[in-house]
């Protein structure tokens, strides 16, 4: 089943990675997601590039930093949306598919006190699978005292009518005797995640992140949503040259 980081997402590895070098290795990840009661585990190839200005991984797609002043950055990304099920996946999921899609987001982080930061993104898709535009509004707090770098961050995200139906709803075409036509219009989804390193050498480094999602009534209504929660846990090794 494909699986969906509703996340801190940005992506389902995200913030807390080596901030530099190329890194390759291999995460694990266990998901529960909004249209099943069971968690689903993968392995997932890692691999990513970074240097001062440039971001390119497998799940985080290519993202520029085009502004970097004392307390504010800002940076323009092409990031991948993989689909959020497929056909079959659920028994009410029979007969439905969704495609992945890429996302072109700008985002701005300002760093609003010592280990404080304020974000915010806005994104929105670009290869016509569904039109959908998506705000994302956060503020990330490092926790000191774990000696290894441990960042907290909870936020919400505003998803237009457009993906929030792609994601939640029911097209008329898909309508069965079980299953009605179902348009979620636009939705705000509150979340939190934790992300954490450790180097266990200047080359190799452990990472583990999770997040959380709360699905507003409106999600809830859909005659293909199970949860009102979804949950990500990710943890791998990552080498870095």
């Known amino acids: 089943m494909p699986i969906q980081a509703q996340q801190s997402e940005g992506t389902a590895f995200g ?20 249209y099943d009661s069971s968690f689903s585990t993968r392995i997932i190839p890692y691999f990513r590039y970074q240097s001062q200005n440039l971001t390119i991984g497998g799940t985080e797609g290519v993202s520029y930093k085009f502004l970097s002043d004392y307390n504010l950055t800002a940076s323009i990304a092409m990031k991948p949306r993989m ?10 999921l029979t007969g439905m598919k969704r495609n992945s899609s890429v996302d072109l987001s700008l985002t701005g982080t ?12 806005a994104a929105t898709e670009v290869t016509g699978e569904h039109n959908g535009q998506e705000l994302d509004f956060s503020v990330r707090q490092f926790v ?7 960042f907290l961050t909870a936020g919400v ?30 939705v705000l989804l509150p979340y939190i995640s934790a992300n954490t390193i450790y180097g266990l050498s200047d080359s190799i480094s452990l990472f583990g992140n999770t997040g959380l999602t709360i699905y507003p009534k ?8 199970n949860e009102r929660t979804s949950l990500n846990l990710i943890g791998g090794l990552a080498f870095t040259f």
């Open 218 to 225: 409106k999600v809830l209504n859909s005659p293909i949503i």
């Open 157 to 186: 995200k505003r998803q237009n009518a457009n993906l929030a139906s792609f994601l939640y709803g029911v097209e008329a075409s898909e309508e069965l005797a079980t299953r009605r036509t179902y348009s979620t219009g636009a």
């Open 144 to 150: 000191p005292g774990f000696g290894t770098p441990v």
């Open 83 to 92: 689909a959020p099920y497929s056909d079959g996946d659920t028994d009410l």
């Open 110 to 121: 300002m760093n609003i006190a010592r280990g404080t930061s304020f974000i915010i993104e």
């Open 15 to 34: 913030f807390g990675q080596p901030s530099s070098g190329f890194s390759i290795g291999l995460g694990a990840l266990a998901a529960k997601t909004p």
